[in-house]
């Protein structure tokens, strides 16, 4: 059974980090892509960042560009967001998600349950 | 950005009824598109993807269709598990999402 389980949100004030992570099992984890996909509780989905099955390419939101990194250790079965410069807008409940693929095509096959950032003062 | 538009964002059935969601695209996207089923306090869940290709274990009474711009999500025959929350998705730029469509008990 694929499974994927998050941690590290909570709460942070804006303009600080926090860092999430995911740990994957019931799955050769090296050989899929990941992504991180947010939802404002209530509110529509937004796709984050995916990381290739090797760490060779990465890609961003607009939304997050420069401010948030997408990583993964692939000894460890771990995905990784480190976001930086919190905003407000950034308070969503974070999944992490399994592409059905090597490379992140937006494809998301097996979703974690999430973790809660709030952003505020 | 591509944005993806469902209609309508809300809609009351019947079990046993057919439903139809559609999904617009704001530009060309092949058939790059994904449908996911939402219930309350759940994470999303892919029904179907590349526009009509059934993932494994989802019930034959899902299907998707459509190409381009315009594309379909179906429920031939309405179960009680069936309400909940369906969400288009473009796989051809950055993934975005639609708005969603709640199916209610009518």
């Known amino acids: 059974e694929v499974l994927l389980e998050e941690s590290g949100g909570g709460l942070a004030q804006p303009g600080r980090s926090l860092r999430l992570s995911c740990a994957a099992s019931g799955f050769k984890f090296d050989d899929y892509g990941l992504h991180w996909v947010r939802q404002v509780p209530g509110k529509g989905l937004e796709w984050v960042a995916g990381i290739s099955w090797n760490s060779g390419s990465t890609g961003y939101a607009d939304s997050v560009r420069g401010r948030f990194t997408i990583s993964r250790d692939n000894a460890k079965n771990s995905l990784y967001l480190r976001m930086n410069s919190l905003r407000p807008e950034d308070t969503a409940l974070y999944h992490c998600?399994?592409?059905?693929?090597?490379?992140?095509?937006?494809?998301?096959?097996?979703w974690g349950q999430g973790t809660l950032v709030t952003v505020s003062s | 950005d591509i944005q993806m538009t469902q209609s309508p964002s809300s809609l009351s059935a019947s079990v046993g009824d057919r439903v139809t969601i559609t999904c617009r695209a704001s530009?060309?996207?092949?058939?790059?598109v994904n449908w996911y089923k939402q219930e309350p306090g759940k994470a999303p869940n892919l029904l179907i993807y590349a526009a009509s290709s059934l993932r494994s274990g989802v019930p034959a009474r899902f299907s998707g269709s459509g190409s381009g711009t315009d594309f379909t999500l179906t429920i031939t025959t309405l179960q009680p598990e069936d309400f909940a929350t369906y969400y288009c998705q473009q796989s051809y730029s950055a993934g975005t999402f639609g708005q969603g469509t709640k199916v209610e008990i009518k």
């Open positions: 998600v399994r592409d059905i693929y090597g490379d992140y095509l937006w494809y998301f096959e097996y």
């Open positions: 530009q060309n996207v092949y058939t790059y």
